[in-house]
């Protein structure tokens, strides 16, 4: 008990519940949120030492409770301490459980974004790559080999639940129950029945919330993040997101998210949606005005330094370039900042693909001028600083020869604009429309996903130099460090890009790679 005394402050005892997540997920991810990407890289390629001290620094804690958290994590801590009180509930790193739960702790609940590693881009690293296991897997099963996990339920969570929603699967690893979907409100009803010495199912299906049941969180998330709201509306049939309802925020609460953040000393603050120009929306159409307003007042909260979006959608921005103009404006002109930077997706550059698979995603044009809408859609980006990673989906099912050649056009005439193309293999995800399709593995490459693949890299090698100019944020020697190893890694690849673009494998081989899924026979 005096191990565990040192970690509190004087009266303080082991909280009844702690929330956890496996080494990759609990860190501030050094130049910026994009760098989260690199938890999904195989071992073999950095370094573990290199990697959690350079790349992906661990978030740090007092009194044993992490000081940053993953924002989904905050949420749900934010749900039980209302219902069992503050003191009842911490959010730990996984390497200070052992130090943090004691006697009275009883439940041990986990949060991942890609338990497995089987999701995109894991497995498509994976399968190239071919020099280890995927990280995120190898230190959740380091997670779950503690101990201390088999002596607390265990409860699994997070975006990645799926993977894990198998009974003899959770046997093995020590996983008592599986919460799937949304946990504001399932999560204290589970905990307060497992508490309560019941035994609910072991797999459950969490109900969505109204807005009004999603609570404030009580800490600071890694990098700011604060959700603005959740869905999508556009359809997209490979992913689970976009078949989800719209659900706004009121900006005050948007607000309260953005002053904890402040509060606990996280100065920068990411608006997470799945298209920020749409906040308030009715439909495809932005509600300008609510969008402006949301902007002006993160951007004029005391305390704020910074700004960044998670995510924004391509055709949103083709058909609303004055909102585009608007928004960076009152970033640039209130904030000590020059660039803005979002996630989005490109997925093909077939039009017969994006009609049929996809056809929400060009909204409010048709897909008939997919190819023009991203262009356009760039050259507004590029005109207002804005960098993008971009995602595009290799294997889709059907997909024809014509269609790749397509999206190899495309990637050409995207050369120049200040963006990450990441080319990945479609996978195969519980809860999107296409879950019964097979996913695309690297035996199924044909010559012109080569060249697909390799003209992306291209493209990519081609920005990093001037993305290394915008995020890098110090001069200490562990940015020296990252910036050195990045151009290496950089170079190494580069040999491979010419390959590629002949349409060879990068590698004599084109087995899949035997790390592609995993071995859990010596777990």
């Known amino acids: 008990m005096s191990k565990i005394r040192g970690l509190f402050h004087k009266g303080h005892i082991s909280p009844k519940i702690i929330l956890t997540a496996d080494e990759t997920l609990m860190s501030q991810y050094r130049w910026g949120m994009f760098v989260g990407f690199s938890t999904c890289i195989p071992k073999g390629i950095i370094p573990d030492w290199m990697f959690f001290s350079i790349w992906s620094p661990s978030v740090k804690s007092k009194d044993g409770r992490v000081l940053n958290a993953d924002c989904g994590l905050r949420i749900i801590e934010a749900s039980l301490a209302d219902k069992f009180g503050a003191d009842e509930v911490a959010v730990v790193h996984p390497n200070d459980i052992d130090k943090v739960a004691g006697g009275r702790t009883e439940i041990i609940a986990i949060t991942g974004h890609d338990y497995l590693g089987i999701n995109p881009p894991t497995s498509e690293f994976v399968d190239i790559v071919d020099t280890g296991p995927p990280l995120n897997r190898v230190k959740f099963l380091d997670l779950m080999k503690k101990p201390i996990i088999k002596e607390k339920t265990v409860i699994a969570g997070g975006k990645s639940a799926w993977q894990l929603a198998d009974k003899s699967l959770m046997d093995k690893l020590n996983i008592d129950y599986v919460h799937l979907g949304r946990g504001e409100i399932t999560v204290p009803e589970m905990v307060e029945s497992i508490l309560n010495g019941e035994k609910p199912s072991r797999i459950i299906e969490g109900k969505e919330p109204n807005v009004d049941n999603i609570p404030n969180i009580k800490g600071a998330t890694i990098h700011g993040l604060v959700e603005v709201f959740r869905g999508c509306g556009r359809g997209c049939s490979f992913c689970t997101p976009t078949m989800q309802k719209l659900r706004f925020k009121p900006v005050e609460h948007i607000l309260q998210d953005v002053q904890t953040n402040v509060n606990y000393g996280q100065h920068s603050i990411i608006l997470h949606s799945e298209d920020i120009l749409r906040y308030g929306s009715r439909g495809i159409k932005p509600d300008s005005e609510q969008v402006l307003d949301l902007f002006k007042q993160v951007v004029s909260t005391e305390g704020v330094d910074k700004i960044g979006t998670s995510h924004l959608a391509l055709a949103t921005v083709y058909s609303n370039p004055e909102l585009v103009e608007s928004v960076t404006d009152t970033c640039y002109s209130s904030l000590e900042q020059n660039s803005l930077g979002a996630q989005t997706g ?178």
Not at 499 to 517: C, H, Q, V
């Open 346 to 523: 490109i997925e093909t550059g077939s039009t017969r693909l994006i009609a049929k698979y996809m056809e929400g995603k060009s909204l409010p044009e048709p897909p008939e001028i997919w190819q023009e809408v991203v262009k356009q859609a760039y050259g507004i980006l590029d005109d207002n600083n804005w960098i993008t990673a971009a995602t595009l989906i290799n294997g889709l099912p059907g997909e024809t020869t014509d269609d790749i050649n397509s999206s190899i056009d495309l990637v050409k005439d995207l050369k120049g604009t200040s963006s990450l193309i990441v080319p990945m293999n479609f996978v195969s995800m519980k809860g999107s429309a296409l879950d019964n399709e097979d996913s695309f593995t690297m035996d199924k490459m044909k010559p012109e996903n080569w060249q697909l693949m390799g003209e992306c890299i291209e493209h990519d090698l081609e920005v990093v130099p001037h993305l290394l100019k915008n995020y890098k944020n110090d001069t200490s020697i562990k940015s020296w460090i990252l910036e050195h190893s990045l151009k290496k890694t950089g170079k190494r690849v580069n040999k491979y890009v010419n390959r590629m673009k002949r349409g060879e494998p990068p590698a004599d081989s084109t087995e899949p790679s035997k790390w592609l899924n995993p071995d859990l026979s010596d777990f």
